[in-house]
């Protein structure tokens, strides 16, 4: 029997580890193969380590080299061996937020050929043969562009994949079984903010309340629950490798500490195709239910 698989695409490195780290950790010790793809190197994310500060793209333009390297180290600490980027890396490059000069870059990422983009992951949909696909909502969590191109280009990817017409070059044709979005619902947050503000205080992350927070989805809609507090720690010493986007004695270090290891041990998702009727909140445990 053949050994089963999931597929993980992400737009920059770190995003992986914060959203999906644990259920990564926990897949690969399953014995399944889990695959990564990275979509950028990240080339326009802030640093926050000030002897690094020389790599910005305003300066000497190398953030991106570097980040691939503490994906690197960051997937070492997961055990995932798979982590490619999309195309190669360097392909397509961080766009930047909404607004930025770094939207109109030529190699952006949120101006690529959208068939092109696809293309390059059916290559890895056909190679590694996931039965699971899991990438951002269609907001991109939080309207990033880049993280709705990933969007847009897995459930393009999917489609053309399954197509043995389409480019058979790229290898066969294969079918993914389940698609779904990573998802972050509202009384999850809720109970993380009424624990932190009991050892804190009353504000965390600039608001006071869950309600605040514009990317997080209502119950309803999220379908799936993957407990991996088992290995939070792997999480966050993957978290730890991403040093110029993580500060290690900032807000989410002081969040998992002060709400407990559910807090970023839990990672929730919502099963986007097949769609699920009469939807009334967390339906399974296992993307393999």
């Known amino acids: 029997m053949s050994q089963k698989s999931l597929l993980f695409v992400h737009a920059h490195p ?3 580890t914060i959203s999906t780290g644990a259920t990564m950790a926990k897949y690969v010790a399953l014995g399944y193969r889990v695959t990564l793809v990275t979509c950028t190197s990240g080339e ?3 640093i926050l380590v000030s002897e690094l500060a020389e790599l910005a793209s305003d300066k000497l333009d190398k953030l991106g080299e570097h980040r691939q390297l503490e ?9 995932v061996t798979d982590h490619r980027f999309l195309g190669f890396a360097g392909k397509y490059r961080d ?9 109109e870059h030529p190699q952006s990422f949120m101006k690529a050929d959208l068939l092109a983009a696809a293309s390059d992951l059916v290559a890895v949909i056909r190679e590694v043969k996931p039965e699971i696909l899991i990438t951002y909502d269609d907001f991109g969590g939080y309207g990033h562009p880049d ?16 197509v043995a017409s389409f480019k058979p070059e790229l290898g066969e044709a294969h079918e993914i079984s389940k698609l779904y979005w990573t998802a972050i619902p509202y009384s999850h947050v809720e109970k993380g903010f009424a624990k932190v503000a009991q050892s804190e205080g009353s504000k965390f992350f600039g608001v006071e309340s869950a309600a605040e927070l514009p990317f997080l989805q209502s119950d309803e809609i999220v379908t799936t629950l993957i407990d991996g507090t088992e290995f939070l720690n792997q999480k966050l010493a993957a978290l730890r490798e991403h040093k110029t986007q993580v500060d ?3 807000e989410f270090f002081q969040l998992a500490q002060a709400a407990g290891p559910e807090a970023f041990g839990f990672e929730f998702y919502r099963l986007i ?3 699920v009727k009469n939807l009334a909140g967390i339906i399974e445990k296992d993307f393999y239910e």
Request: hydrophobic share 35%.
């Open 14 to 16: 770190d995003d992986e």
């Open 44 to 46: 326009e994310g802030e």
């Open 71 to 79: 994906l690197k180290n960051a997937m070492e600490k997961l055990k």
């Open 95 to 103: 766009s930047g937020m909404v607004g930025t000069s770094a939207n």
């Open 147 to 162: 993280h709705i191109q990933a969007n847009r280009i897995s459930h393009y990817a999917k489609d053309l994949a399954k």
């Open 248 to 250: 290690l004695a900032g």
């Open 273 to 275: 195709e097949p769609i």
